[in-house]
């Protein structure tokens, strides 16, 4: 079960991202918010007659770039939830089949034109919960010893909390939703309604499925489920979920490999000429495929969300808005304050550390049963 501590930091975190949004309002994407960074403490080494020089700008900048873009390994997950519809499918093809369906959604050149998909995305979320809650309070799942002791291994638990930390690395897309915004400061209204939403939705998942089926509950939970019907039409309506959410994820990077290609502000898909529409083709193309060749080279999903989560989760929603909050927003913190976000950013430094090696010890013995491109 996510720590309450987790889900509070990720929350502040937000916050702090709005804030720091309002303050740097041509901040069009994540690593604009690092290269302000460098700008203010120039200034202020400046002022102060202060030969110490921090170094976020140019640096600060490509580092965020560097973490955010590991997000988008994860675009085929949803192959996962294609499997379990498909009766074990292969995985190879039914990464193929997301990649076609992923490809013409990501088309998509801003939030403003996804609103439709996006509720799709989170109304599809809601009808699995419902039918994995009604469905295990009647004692419907697969049949299990049920015991609280849990034998899991050191990594196999580091794993599985950076996968918690995976699903709640939204922040990489915060500065760009907010750039499509009039005012900026209405989305710490929307950080707060989704934190409280999807805290509220982890605790009775876990809750409930530890409850009902103990320390030997599979991943995901809808394995767990007696009913094979029920489990394709609860993997039907999470692989439309995910498929918005990397959909989302697609499009920023997209974005971003575009402007540092082109030199070109974003724009609606309307009014793309044919010649943009078809770099834009080409960029997206790219990043799927990647993402296609990644999943498969590195056969393991659960395993590759916890080293995205330990390696760009943790850092876009624990480190970078700690350590850029106390440069920006320095004159409305005190000393104090700062220093406490600084102190969590380099403990969630560590966590990562922590993170990435367990995630990569458990890829490298997997290695061992299941080779690339494998079924």
């Given at each position: 079960?996510?720590?309450?501590?987790?889900?509070?930091?990720?929350?502040?975190?937000?916050?702090?991202?709005?804030r720091?949004?309002?303050r740097?309002?041509?901040?069009?994407?994540?690593?604009?918010?690092?290269?302000?960074?460098?700008?203010?403490?120039?200034?202020?080494?400046?002022?102060?007659?202060?030969?110490?020089?921090?170094?976020?700008?140019?640096?600060?900048?490509?580092?965020?770039?560097?973490?955010?873009?590991?997000?988008?390994?994860?675009?085929?997950?949803?192959?996962?939830?294609?499997?379990?519809?498909?009766?074990?499918?292969?995985?190879v093809?039914?990464?193929?089949?997301?990649?076609?369906?992923v490809?013409?959604?990501?088309?998509?050149?801003?939030?403003?034109?996804?609103?439709?998909?996006?509720?799709?995305?989170?109304?599809?979320?809601?009808?699995?919960?419902?039918?994995?809650?009604?469905?295990?309070?009647h004692?419907?799942?697969?049949?299990?010893?049920?015991?609280?002791?849990t034998?899991?291994?050191?990594?196999?638990?580091?794993?599985?909390?950076?996968?918690?930390?995976?699903?709640?690395?939204?922040?990489?897309?915060?500065?760009?939703?907010?750039?499509?915004?009039?005012?900026?400061?209405?989305?710490?209204?929307?950080?707060?309604?989704?934190?409280?939403?999807?805290?509220?939705?982890?605790?009775?998942?876990?809750?409930?499925?530890?409850?009902?089926?103990g320390?030997?509950?599979?991943?995901?939970?809808?394995?767990?489920?007696?009913?094979?019907?029920?489990?394709?039409?609860?993997?039907?309506?999470?692989?439309?979920?995910?498929?918005?959410?990397?959909?989302?994820?697609?499009?920023?990077?997209?974005?971003?490999?575009?402007?540092?290609?082109?030199?070109?502000?974003?724009?609606?898909?309307?009014?793309?000429?044919?010649?943009?529409?078809?770099?834009?083709?080409?960029?997206?193309?790219?990043?799927?495929?990647?993402?296609?060749?990644?999943?498969?080279?590195?056969?393991?999903?659960?395993?590759?969300?916890?080293?995205?989560?330990?390696l760009?989760?943790?850092?876009?929603?624990?480190?970078?808005?700690?350590?850029?909050?106390?440069?920006?927003?320095?004159?409305?913190?005190?000393?104090?304050?700062?220093?406490?976000?600084?102190?969590?950013?380099?403990?969630?430094?560590?966590?990562?550390?922590?993170?990435?090696?367990?995630?990569?010890?458990?890829?490298?013995?997997?290695?061992?049963?299941?080779?690339?491109?494998?079924?």
């Open positions: 079960m996510p720590s309450p501590s987790w889900d509070g930091c990720s929350l502040y975190s937000g916050i702090l991202m709005t720091m949004k309002c740097v309002p041509h901040a069009a994407v994540f690593a604009d918010l690092g290269y302000e960074g460098d700008t203010v403490l120039y200034l202020s080494c400046i002022i102060h007659h202060s030969p110490i020089m921090v170094a976020f700008g140019n640096l600060g900048k490509a580092f965020i770039t560097l973490f955010a873009y590991t997000y988008i390994t994860g675009v085929c997950v949803p192959s996962l939830f294609l499997q379990e519809m498909t009766n074990g499918l292969c995985f093809y039914c990464a193929l089949m997301v990649t076609a369906l490809l013409p959604l990501a088309q998509y050149r801003n939030f403003a034109e996804m609103n439709s998909i996006a509720v799709v995305g989170a109304v599809s979320i809601i009808v699995p919960i419902l039918l994995i809650l009604c469905t295990n309070s004692g419907n799942v697969q049949p299990t010893t049920t015991s609280w002791v034998n899991a291994s050191f990594d196999a638990a580091v794993v599985a909390c950076m996968d918690v930390v995976f699903a709640m690395a939204g922040h990489v897309f915060f500065v760009e939703i907010m750039s499509e915004m009039r005012d900026p400061r209405e989305f710490s209204k929307s950080i707060v309604a989704a934190t409280s939403f999807f805290t509220v939705v982890y605790v009775l998942m876990a809750v409930v499925g530890y409850y009902y089926v320390a030997v509950v599979m991943s995901p939970i809808t394995s767990n489920l007696s009913s094979i019907n029920m489990r394709r039409w609860c993997s039907m309506f999470i692989l439309c979920h995910v498929v918005v959410a990397y959909v989302m994820a697609v499009m920023v990077l997209a974005r971003a490999i575009e402007q540092r290609l082109f030199h070109r502000p974003p724009e609606q898909s309307k009014h793309a000429s044919v010649e943009n529409r078809v770099a834009w083709l080409g960029i997206t193309a790219a990043v799927v495929f990647t993402s296609f060749l990644v999943c498969n080279v590195v056969p393991f999903v659960n395993d590759l969300l916890g080293f995205v989560g330990a760009s989760g943790v850092t876009t929603t624990y480190v970078f808005p700690f350590l850029l909050a106390p440069v920006i927003l320095r004159d409305d913190m005190t000393r104090g304050h700062a220093r406490l976000l600084q102190g969590i950013a380099v403990a969630s430094t560590l966590v990562a550390v922590v993170g990435v090696i367990s995630s990569v010890h458990r890829m490298a013995n997997s290695y061992q049963t299941r080779s690339p491109f494998s079924c």
